[in-house]
């Protein structure tokens, strides 16, 4: 028996324990209950007296190695857990990615910082309209094609009457929020809302069901078409660089009268004429007009005493100019491959 333990102690002395693991392992071998040194105090019971002394003494020396082996790994493993592992404060943290704003964010942004500096506010509304303030209001005619169920989501048609104004439906433009400043406020006034609208279009890399724009309404007494002229020339130039020509086509909406479509000189050839361009050397980018009087009196603006002007323009296309994107879809699939690369501090 004092052999047996004899090579015990040596053997443990010896021993090299590496991790939790083979801790665990050594306690649950040597110092369990049922472990080699229990055993060998059950058999110490039937040790001869004389023998006795000789044998507990090393017996005793045999638990006291086994027990300090384990504290001393212990304090080794957890020492080294914490230098090398979760408690290290030390240690550099994981890198930390910053976001970056959407690219139509950016452009949005950029377009109401431009008539900020002209005295616009920002207004915004409801992306879950009613028939009224998306056509009714605006002098769309009963039987307008916009209002048809091909062109505009309706969430509920309580009547198949059309202007019907119980009928709910997503915006088809940001021109409804024009209807709620002017219900809202007192010429005079001057301002911008930018915004989601939703047109049932079916996806493809020129066109989505869900687009942005930015909506311009200035009212007061003699604001004339002079006026909408020399906004927009600022906003171009501003917006496009400052060599930026722009050209007003007649055209017609329902809200206005007259109507117009603005064209900037090509951004990518300069109006030399390009492939953007189909060689035109001209970029459509808004529609306006001076705002037609059965609009201001449908929403309870003396016609007589006020005039004003609008514009909408849509936030995808200049997008797609700045940043050369060539397929509207990528705005709206949130790839962060694509959505990473426009980091700017706007
Ligand atoms: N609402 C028009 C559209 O969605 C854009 C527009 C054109 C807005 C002329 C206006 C405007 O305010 O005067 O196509």
Redesign the pocket.
Known sequence: MLSRINSLITEINSLQINDPVELETFRIKYLGKKGIISDLFEEFRDVSPSDKKNIGQILNKLKQTATDKYNDFKNRLSFSSASSGQNDLTRPCYPWELGSRHPISIIRNEIIRIFERIGFTVSEGPEIEDDDHNFTCLNFAPEHPARDMQDTFYISRISSEDSNPGDILLR????SV?VRVMHNQKPPIRTISPGR?FRNEAISARAHCIFH?V???YIDENVSFADLKQTLLFFAREMYGKNTKIRLRPSY?P??EP?GEMDVSCTICGGKGCNVCKYTGWLEV????MVHPAVLDACNIDSAKYTG?????GIERPAMLKYQVNDLRLYFENDIRFLGQFSTSF
């Not at 088809?172 to 021109?175: A, E, F, L, N, R």
């Not at 002007?309 to 323009?313: D, I, L, S, T």
């Open positions: 088809t433009h940001t021109s024009q609208v724009q909506e311009g309404l909406f809200f206005t109507s808004l529609g306006c007009g002007f609008a514009f909408g323009m």
